[in-house]
């Protein structure tokens, strides 16, 4: 390699003319920043119609098990009371909800676009917390509604022999409420793998790895710490949260919201440090 | 304004920008240019604040941008073409940018209108094309009315009007008092643009001058003299300076250099010579950016290798 000298020249004529510009716009603010991603989930139609899927397939699936379950025994064997097969749907809506919350950032590094953001948008976690708080909170309506639906709806169609529950019975409307908090966390896993990954396919496998394989590989861990394993799994424990009596296998519905939480603001805190440190 | 102060940028073992400075001022064009993989994007992007400098750092306006409070409207920069979610309109796309900002609604018509594409707006952005894409970028980086433009080879896939358009647009942005910032690896795009030139290679800082001392930095120009008279005309340039030059195919043809084509001229006739032709010839900056940088070139295939730099009439 040849030694270049740089060549520097300046030359001295220059009168700055004043810039002539309108003050636009006022300083970022975390809410600002928020209504920005608002406008970015809504004006892309699969997000709107995805989230609304994910929710009318846990009432279609909740209505098809509890009218189609055989009068002593629920899908699989599994199915331990009306509730349980309301909740039939579950596991296909936290994938659409994992996979749509997964593209939702993953999309913004295919086309560049995250890399606009980051430059409106200095500090990068106000675009990581905003994510969150927009899908999340949508999922978390979606998913809230889609369970009342599947309740109501499920016990309506419901003529079998396992227990069956009113609305007003213990637990019932913690196990409502927390099918709309489950799908928020699956969401929020996914919008924090969805930074981790920079990429919507590895996202997507992360999510399914976690959300259904993993529960398959710790269950062949030997001992208690396999059991603790399976239990504080995100799926095992969002059905510990949805379930009216809890089985051995299962954490108590309340560790079971901590351990979500845990889990949740894990996720978002390692994909923050990562985020700031990281070249975007 | 653009501040670079000993930018240093490593990958592990590779420096992709070492120990650049340089100052981009106000109210001109500022071509930013070298080779493929140089390190033009890589000292954008600390620019912008994506990439973290290993060493040295970047200013906007005074500032590193993170310290502005609002940076769309410090800087507003093109990175990627079609950095756009396929599915969302134009419209949407800037108004979440927008929102970023609290810039309102109406400055996202009014972009779309200075670029052009108000009559797209409402359509998916996956179905532009890649000049439709590089407008929509370009009204991004307009969006908060920076005070500092940087553009990033912006003429990529537009067709000769769009490419006109950007080349008016810039100098209409300079013209207002904006620093305009513009990286290409195309010499003969930026020398119809820009007024001033940073040239980098591997990283590195290799001329930092306006147009006129970028021409001055090449070979000293040549005046082009046909005339059957090779013997006189020696006879009469003959002075301390002054070399003539036969040209090897042509025995008509002789180049001389460190007098002017006017006095040349002049003394042909004087001296009663029968002339041909007689042509100023100057390196254009084409030529002069590539044996500037020819050292620099990573990819550089066999039989491209720049040889004798062309040179055009003057």
Redesign the interface.
């Given at each position: 390699m040849h030694a270049m000298t740089p060549l520097h020249i300046r030359d001295t004529a220059d009168a700055n003319p004043p810039v002539m510009r309108r003050r636009l716009g006022r300083a970022v603010t975390q809410w600002s920043v928020t209504k920005a991603e608002w406008i970015k989930l809504r004006s892309v139609r699969v997000n709107v119609i995805g989230i609304a899927a994910a929710a009318v397939a846990l009432v279609l699936l909740g209505v098809l098990f509890s009218a189609l379950a055989p009068t002593d025994m629920g899908p699989g064997g599994t199915a331990t009371d009306s509730v349980s097969l309301a909740f039939g749907g579950t596991s296909l809506s936290q994938l659409i909800i994992g996979v749509l919350a997964a593209l939702f950032v993953g999309s913004e590094y295919a086309s560049g676009l995250i890399r606009t953001t980051f430059g409106a948008v200095a500090r990068r976690t106000r675009v990581l917390r905003a994510k969150a708080i927009v899908f999340g909170g949508a999922t978390a309506l979606a998913m809230t509604v889609g369970s009342f639906g599947a309740f109501f709806a499920g016990s309506a169609v419901y003529s079998g022999d396992l227990a069956s529950y009113s609305i007003g019975d213990p637990g019932v409307l913690r196990a409502l409420l927390a099918a709309g908090f489950y799908g928020a966390c699956v969401a929020l896993i996914g919008i924090a793998v969805g930074f981790l990954a920079r990429s919507t396919a590895t996202a997507i496998g992360l999510l399914l790895g976690l959300l259904m394989l993993a529960p398959l590989l710790v269950d062949v861990v030997p001992g208690t710490v396999g059991e603790t394993l399976t239990k504080i799994l995100p799926s095992n424990a969002g059905q510990a949260t949805m379930s009216i009596t809890t089985p051995e296998s299962l954490l108590s519905p309340l560790l079971a919201f901590a351990v979500l939480v845990a889990w949740v603001v894990g996720m978002l805190a390692i994909a923050s440090v990562v985020l700031r440190r990281r070249d975007a | 304004m653009i501040e670079v102060t000993s930018l240093t940028k490593r990958y592990g073992e590779t420096v992709a920008v070492d120990d650049l400075s340089f100052t981009v001022?106000?109210?001109i064009v500022t071509g930013f240019l070298g080779p493929n993989g140089a390190g033009k994007s890589t000292t954008m992007?600390m620019i912008?604040?994506?990439?973290?400098p290993s060493q040295g750092r970047a200013t906007v306006n005074g500032r590193l941008?993170?310290e502005?409070?609002?940076?769309?409207?410090e800087?507003g920069?093109l990175?990627?073409a079609?950095?756009?979610?396929?599915?969302?309109?134009a419209r949407?796309?800037l108004?979440?940018?927008?929102?970023?900002?609290?810039?309102?609604d109406r400055?996202v018509d009014e972009v779309l209108g200075i670029v052009g594409l108000d009559e797209v707006a409402d359509r998916a952005a996956g179905a532009f094309s890649l000049g439709m894409g590089q407008r929509l970028g370009i009204a991004?980086a307009l969006l908060?009315?920076p005070?500092t433009v940087m553009l990033d080879e912006p003429v990529n896939g537009l067709d000769p009007e769009g490419i006109r358009w950007i080349r008016n647009l810039l100098k209409e942005l300079a013209?207002?008092?904006?620093t305009v910032f513009v990286s290409s690896h195309l010499m003969s795009e930026m020398a119809l643009t820009a007024e001033h030139f940073i040239i980098i290679?591997?990283g590195?800082?290799?001329?930092?001058?306006?147009a006129a001392?970028l021409a001055a930095?090449g070979p000293e120009p040549q005046v082009l003299v046909r005339t059957p008279h090779g013997d006189r005309l020696r006879q009469l340039l003959a002075a301390d300076g002054v070399q003539v030059t036969g040209d090897g195919d042509r025995p008509d043809v002789f180049y001389v250099t460190g007098i002017d084509s006017d006095v040349i001229g002049q003394r042909l006739v004087e001296g009663g010579v029968e002339l041909h032709e007689l042509t100023p010839l100057q390196e254009s900056l084409e030529g002069i950016f590539m044996g500037l940088t020819q050292?620099?070139v990573q990819y550089q295939s066999h039989d491209a290798r720049p040889s004798t730099p062309e040179r055009r009439a003057a």
């Amino acid at each position: 390699m040849h030694a270049m000298t740089p060549l520097h020249i300046r030359d001295t004529a220059d009168a700055n003319p004043p810039v002539m510009r309108r003050r636009l716009g006022r300083a970022v603010t975390q809410w600002s920043v928020t209504k920005a991603e608002w406008i970015k989930l809504r004006s892309v139609r699969v997000n709107v119609i995805g989230i609304a899927a994910a929710a009318v397939a846990l009432v279609l699936l909740g209505v098809l098990f509890s009218a189609l379950a055989p009068t002593d025994m629920g899908p699989g064997g599994t199915a331990t009371d009306s509730v349980s097969l309301a909740f039939g749907g579950t596991s296909l809506s936290q994938l659409i909800i994992g996979v749509l919350a997964a593209l939702f950032v993953g999309s913004e590094y295919a086309s560049g676009l995250i890399r606009t953001t980051f430059g409106a948008v200095a500090r990068r976690t106000r675009v990581l917390r905003a994510k969150a708080i927009v899908f999340g909170g949508a999922t978390a309506l979606a998913m809230t509604v889609g369970s009342f639906g599947a309740f109501f709806a499920g016990s309506a169609v419901y003529s079998g022999d396992l227990a069956s529950y009113s609305i007003g019975d213990p637990g019932v409307l913690r196990a409502l409420l927390a099918a709309g908090f489950y799908g928020a966390c699956v969401a929020l896993i996914g919008i924090a793998v969805g930074f981790l990954a920079r990429s919507t396919a590895t996202a997507i496998g992360l999510l399914l790895g976690l959300l259904m394989l993993a529960p398959l590989l710790v269950d062949v861990v030997p001992g208690t710490v396999g059991e603790t394993l399976t239990k504080i799994l995100p799926s095992n424990a969002g059905q510990a949260t949805m379930s009216i009596t809890t089985p051995e296998s299962l954490l108590s519905p309340l560790l079971a919201f901590a351990v979500l939480v845990a889990w949740v603001v894990g996720m978002l805190a390692i994909a923050s440090v990562v985020l700031r440190r990281r070249d975007a | 304004m653009i501040e670079v102060t000993s930018l240093t940028k490593r990958y592990g073992e590779t420096v992709a920008v070492d120990d650049l400075s340089f100052t981009v001022r106000p109210g001109i064009v500022t071509g930013f240019l070298g080779p493929n993989g140089a390190g033009k994007s890589t000292t954008m992007r600390m620019i912008l604040g994506l990439d973290n400098p290993s060493q040295g750092r970047a200013t906007v306006n005074g500032r590193l941008l993170a310290e502005h409070g609002a940076p769309l409207t410090e800087l507003g920069a093109l990175l990627e073409a079609r950095a756009i979610h396929p599915q969302r309109s134009a419209r949407n796309h800037l108004r979440a940018l927008a929102a970023t900002t609290a810039i309102p609604d109406r400055r996202v018509d009014e972009v779309l209108g200075i670029v052009g594409l108000d009559e797209v707006a409402d359509r998916a952005a996956g179905a532009f094309s890649l000049g439709m894409g590089q407008r929509l970028g370009i009204a991004s980086a307009l969006l908060g009315d920076p005070e500092t433009v940087m553009l990033d080879e912006p003429v990529n896939g537009l067709d000769p009007e769009g490419i006109r358009w950007i080349r008016n647009l810039l100098k209409e942005l300079a013209a207002e008092g904006r620093t305009v910032f513009v990286s290409s690896h195309l010499m003969s795009e930026m020398a119809l643009t820009a007024e001033h030139f940073i040239i980098i290679g591997r990283g590195r800082l290799i001329a930092d001058v306006s147009a006129a001392e970028l021409a001055a930095l090449g070979p000293e120009p040549q005046v082009l003299v046909r005339t059957p008279h090779g013997d006189r005309l020696r006879q009469l340039l003959a002075a301390d300076g002054v070399q003539v030059t036969g040209d090897g195919d042509r025995p008509d043809v002789f180049y001389v250099t460190g007098i002017d084509s006017d006095v040349i001229g002049q003394r042909l006739v004087e001296g009663g010579v029968e002339l041909h032709e007689l042509t100023p010839l100057q390196e254009s900056l084409e030529g002069i950016f590539m044996g500037l940088t020819q050292d620099a070139v990573q990819y550089q295939s066999h039989d491209a290798r720049p040889s004798t730099p062309e040179r055009r009439a003057a």
